[in-house]
């Protein structure tokens, strides 16, 4: 029985050594202020209506676009896209003296998310209304 373990053991060993998919390591290569980012939840527990240009960008920093509406009130948009990727390679193999075996693969992650923010002011300087739209593809 012990023989068995001498060609089990290895084998095992180098099928659990093979490729992981690129998701599992996108955790290693993403940025560590992506907590901070601009997101949904963000503007959802955060901004008001009622609150003040200032509060508005201290809470999601400058717009990109400052305009204006029909009725000449301002508006800001914040317009963020973003895209991640990821790329892992693995190896893995076993060699005995009459068995040997070896496998390479790799894999790509790429995702692509785009938010969009509205937030419109009164004649007041007031935030009067917000809305958003997130995408991720």
Same mark, same amino acid.
């Given at each position: 029985?012990?023989?068995?373990?001498?060609?089990?053991?290895?084998?095992?060993?180098?099928?659990?050594?093979?490729?992981?998919?690129?998701?599992?390591?996108?955790?290693?290569?993403?940025?560590?202020?992506?907590?901070?980012?601009?997101s949904v939840g963000k503007v959802q527990r955060e901004i008001k209506v009622g609150m003040t240009g200032g509060q508005v960008a201290e809470i999601l920093g400058s717009p990109?676009?400052?305009?204006?509406?029909?009725?000449?009130?301002?508006?800001?948009?914040?317009?963020?896209?973003?895209?991640?990727? @990821?790329?892992?390679? !693995?190896?893995?193999?076993? $060699? #005995?003296?009459? =068995?040997?075996?070896?496998? *390479? @693969?790799?894999?790509? !992650?790429?995702?692509?998310? $785009? #938010?969009?923010? =509205?937030?419109?002011?009164? *004649?007041?300087?007031?935030?009067?209304?917000?809305?958003?739209?997130?995408?991720?593809?």
């Amino acid at each position: 029985m012990s023989k068995y373990w001498l060609i089990a053991v290895p084998l095992v060993a180098a099928s659990i050594s093979g490729c992981q998919p690129a998701s599992w390591h996108l955790e290693d290569v993403r940025s560590p202020d992506s907590e901070k980012t601009l997101s949904v939840g963000k503007v959802q527990r955060e901004i008001k209506v009622g609150m003040t240009g200032g509060q508005v960008a201290e809470i999601l920093g400058s717009p990109n676009i400052v305009s204006t509406d029909e009725n000449r009130q301002e508006v800001w948009i914040y317009d963020k896209v973003s895209t991640e990727q @990821a790329y892992s390679q !693995s190896e893995g193999g076993a $060699t #005995l003296i009459l =068995i040997g075996g070896g496998n *390479k @693969a790799g894999a790509r !992650s790429t995702n692509q998310r $785009t #938010l969009t923010i =509205i937030i419109k002011f009164d *004649k007041g300087g007031k935030v009067r209304d917000f809305a958003y739209h997130r995408s991720s593809f």
